[in-house]
């Protein structure tokens, strides 16, 4: 009976842990060719319960302040973390202990694998998933590559995704015309977009996009210079 119970385990464990290895040379596989490829959609875009608006545009089209713009507002440490935010997230963590919910300590290559490969939320296993993969991210695709698939992935409105359809849709011009202003207005839409707008901002959104453009002046118009070269 025993040697039958040890049977029956080890066949378990066999299956489960090729079952696991294949997953992850999939997942290897499909980061491989989006290294390369545009992705054609993303898991939020799927989610999306409004007709969605995206176009590709490369990174190496779109102004430098477009993309100082987002990590100004979203992430200054990206050129020097390796995906997560280890103080950012022992903090989040703490909130969480304390009853606040778990938010916020979000790197752009975590929001980036959010959007492209998971479901909105923020449970435990949803931030641990983003974390393996925001890793997963920076040694498959590294900083550029990253940073242009969150800018044309990332949802700026209801339906709205990436900088070139939010180019078109709010101000009617290809992203590669954006001034700074407008790439602060659209970079402030980021953690609420579905109920922004950036041609009619609100008070507390015009002063943020006033502190935007502040810290992209302190950053200095070169700061994401080693990244996009």
Do not use: C
Not at 32 to 43: E, G, I, Q, W, Y
């Amino acid at each position: 009976m025993a040697q039958r119970e040890r049977g029956f385990f080890g066949w378990t464990w066999f299956v489960i842990w090729r079952f696991v290895l294949v997953l992850l040379l999939l997942l290897l596989a499909l980061l491989l060719t989006l290294r390369f490829v545009p992705p054609p959609t993303s898991a939020f875009m799927l989610q999306s319960p409004y007709p969605v608006s995206q176009q590709w545009v490369s990174i190496d089209k779109l102004p430098a302040h477009v993309a100082l713009a987002v990590v100004a507002s979203e992430d200054q440490r990206f050129p020097e973390h390796f995906g997560v935010d280890m103080a950012e997230i022992k903090n989040a963590l703490e909130r969480f202990d304390d009853g606040d919910g778990l938010r916020g300590a979000s790197t752009i290559s975590q929001q980036t694998a959010k959007n492209l490969l998971l479901w909105p939320g923020r449970s435990l296993v949803r931030k641990g998933l983003e974390a393996t993969l925001a890793l997963s991210l920076e040694a498959v695709w590294g900083k550029k590559r990253i940073l242009e698939v969150y800018l044309n992935i990332a949802e700026f409105g209801k339906g709205i995704y990436g900088v070139e359809a939010a180019s078109q849709h709010y101000f009617g011009k290809p992203a590669s015309r954006l001034s700074v202003n407008e790439a602060a207005r659209l970079a402030v839409l980021l953690p609420g977009p579905r109920s922004r707008d950036a041609r009619n901002l609100t008070p507390y959104l015009r002063e943020r996009v006033v502190w935007v453009e502040r810290q992209m002046r302190q950053l200095g118009a070169g700061y994401l210079k080693p990244i996009l070269n």
